[in-house]
């Protein structure tokens, strides 16, 4: 997908990206979840492609756990999204945190009409309460996972965590602060 908004912005050179975001331990417990999730398989056969030699070195030490593989897969996508930023134009990609949205579905909607130039509707809004927004999902990996597979994940896409502003709940929180979520659409 990130790969789709080089090619979509070729095409459509004033095409406006919306990034929504997600902490990297809910989507591992999340694709854990998933029968779809073809990375039981292993990364050789999955959509993502083969890791690269330092992700394939940090799945092995980690006796090929698949929590670990899934936040792998997603510190990969969220490279992925990072170099397609860095080539989108100026002004033209919102980023969003998926807990911010749950947490204040008005403001980040808002927010998200402003950033596509579309009006906040009547209509939007007889939309808008037909869906409730439950925050409490977001964090579900908390109890899902063990705290093994957590410090795992962790350990393995801390960086990243960081980079979003998702505080580190493992031992290794006092590494650095998190840092504010990047300037490119916050």
Do not use: K
């Amino acid at each position: 997908l990130p790969i789709c908004t080089g090619f979509l912005t070729a095409a459509y050179p004033d095409l406006r990206v919306v990034h929504v975001v997600r902490d990297g331990r809910a989507v591992a417990n999340s694709w854990l979840q998933m029968g779809w999730w073809d990375g039981w398989r292993g990364p050789e056969n999955w959509f993502l492609g083969p890791l690269p030699d330092d992700l394939h070195r940090q799945w092995l030490a980690s006796g090929r756990s698949f929590p670990v593989l899934a936040a792998l897969g997603w510190r990969m996508l969220m490279a992925a999204f990072a170099e397609a930023r860095a080539v989108h134009p100026p002004g033209q990609w919102l980023e969003v945190r998926y807990e911010d949205l749950l947490a204040a579905p008005r403001d980040e909607l808002a927010r998200i009409l402003d950033f596509l130039g579309l009006p906040w509707t009547a209509a939007f809004e007889r939309g808008l309460r037909r869906y409730r927004f439950h925050a409490e999902r977001s964090a579900a990996y908390r109890r899902e996972l063990s705290a093994a597979q957590l410090a795992q994940i962790e350990q393995v896409i801390a960086e990243p965590l960081r980079q979003w502003g998702y505080p580190l709940l493992g031992a290794h929180d006092e590494e650095a602060p998190p840092a504010a979520v990047p300037a490119s659409g916050r």
